[in-house]
């Protein structure tokens, strides 16, 4: 069956959200001619079948570095630049195979794969969070301590900001069909905090790494069809929000796309502050250590290059990002898929997660994706999730009960790839109903919705939303 437009509220019919002319609801494609047909452990990690020869190449350096270990000066079995404090020492560290992170099970289980953001009331000087004055914007739980894996130091062992574990909250909730689900809720311990304590008015945020495929499509989505989504949304009594951030690259203030508050204006840089916010390499756009004034061993360390991640890796890195496919959608013309699907836009879960975009007429930095017809199932916009996922953490203009919208696409096959299903801003689901059912403020209708519906319903929706 053939569709021109989905729809916000099966009772509002006439409503048209986006028009997208060649979209059929039993097309797999889910990222016009960057779609993947791979349902195995490499699923978010194959380059688009459309990008060139010498694309290609590009894309395969730039891969290279993802994987490759970031080491200290002299070390020659990675990249320079590594530290002094860091989370992982590889972009893969934190994203396996493209995937997700995943936070720690056990209470004394090292965190990898998951941040922790701190900051204080206030602004730094470009509108963004302020931050802490001994330990910066985040949390370091790693630093060169003179291991003899990977890391040297040059003058002294480097003392870690702090300790990071996560302690575990359970509670049950009975769905409406005497269903019970254990939903669980993290609780950080920062412990060993190595230049004194936190401000008692220090605000946290735990971070989950989120999947990487398919981010090149959604920067090649023009900036007002985003804002035309809001505009519609408002229309309907919703109250979607672009974040306007810090671009400093071109020096403005630009519209976020990416991160779990959509934080960065573009792809490029976010490759750069993931670099040296959880990597600690310097690039030509954030020249700067992460070494606080009273950090006086971090500050002494002999960086590796200046700067430590050149233009050209940064160039490699963003091709390879830009270029990464995306899983094709599975068994569209199942009915029991389309029976989900139908309730996915019933209880108005396409509002957020809009089902289908395009992307611009001409995408100068990877032309092949113009002109897509993608499904990537978000709208890019901050929403109000309620108090029970809210971190109360503001960043620019995000609200602490603010998230961005995070991409559906590829979701059916994430445990394959990471091995886990841990969902949300910080892991705490560990499937896609525990992630439904901690839906809260302007989507707290649809959640109710859900707990509402039979088993046999429910199971539609939740095999629709592990085909896209």
């Known amino acids: 069956m053939r569709i021109v437009r ?20 039993d097309v797999p494609l889910s990222a016009g001619n960057s779609s993947v047909n791979s349902v195995g452990k490499d699923a978010y990690f194959l380059p688009s079948p459309a990008l060139g020869e010498r694309q290609r190449e590009t894309f395969e350096r730039g891969k290279a570095g993802f994987e490759r270990p970031w080491v200290v000066f002299s070390v020659s079995a990675g990249d320079w630049g590594l530290g002094p404090t860091f989370v992982g020492d ?43 004055e001994h330990y910066g914007g985040q949390i370091q739980n790693r630093a060169l301590q003179g291991q003899n894996i990977n890391t040297l130091h040059a003058y002294e062992p480097i003392p870690a900001e702090a300790d990071l574990f996560v302690d575990w909250e359970e509670h049950t909730e009975t769905l409406a069909d005497g269903t019970e689900v254990t939903l669980r809720r993290p609780k950080l311990r920062i412990e060993k905090p190595a230049f004194g304590d936190l401000p008692p008015d220090t605000m946290t945020s735990l971070r989950q790494a989120p999947p990487v495929f398919g981010l090149g499509l959604l920067e090649a989505v023009a900036e007002a069809d985003i804002l035309a989504i809001a505009e519609r949304q408002r229309a309907l009594g919703f109250n979607g929000r672009p974040n306007l951030v810090w671009d400093a690259i071109s020096g403005r203030q630009a519209l976020g796309r990416f991160g779990l508050k959509a934080t960065q204006p573009s792809l490029r840089q976010q490759i750069a502050a993931a670099a040296l916010h959880d990597i ?52 569209m013309k199942d009915p029991e898929v389309q029976r989900g699907a139908a309730l996915f836009e019933t209880l108005q879960c396409a509002v957020c997660h809009v089902p289908a975009m395009r992307t611009v007429d001409y995408f100068p930095r990877l032309p092949q994706l113009s002109k897509q017809t993608i499904r990537p199932y978000t709208d890019l916009l901050l929403h109000d999730m309620g108090e029970g996922l809210a971190d109360n953490r503001p960043d620019f203009q995000a609200g602490g009960r603010d998230w961005r919208t995070p991409p559906l696409w590829g979701l059916g096959l994430s445990k394959t790839v990471n091995g886990n299903d841990t969902l949300l801003h910080d892991g705490r689901a560990q499937s896609v109903t525990e992630a439904i059912l901690w ?12 707990r509402q519906l039979p088993k046999k319903d429910r199971e539609a929706l939740l095999k629709f939303l592990s085909s896209i």
């Open 6 to 25: 989905f729809l916000f509220l099966g009772a509002v019919a006439a409503t048209s959200f986006l028009t997208i002319a060649d979209d059929a609801d």
């Open 90 to 132: 590889r972009c893969s560290a934190c994203h396996n195979r493209g995937g997700r992170g995943a936070p720690p099970d056990l209470p004394d289980e090292p965190m990898l794969g998951v941040v922790v953001r701190v900051s204080v009331p206030g602004t730094d000087g470009v509108g963004g969070p302020k931050p802490l």
């Open 280 to 331: 600690g390499a310097t690039s030509s756009v954030f020249p700067q250590q992460n070494c606080p004034a009273i950090q006086v061993a971090c500050r002494r360390e002999v960086p590796g290059n200046d700067p430590e991640l050149s233009d050209a890796a940064w160039d490699d890195l963003e091709i390879f990002s830009l270029g990464l496919g995306v899983p094709a959608r599975r068994n």
């Open 439 to 450: 839906h809260g403020g302007e989507a707290k209708q649809s959640k109710e919705g859900f």
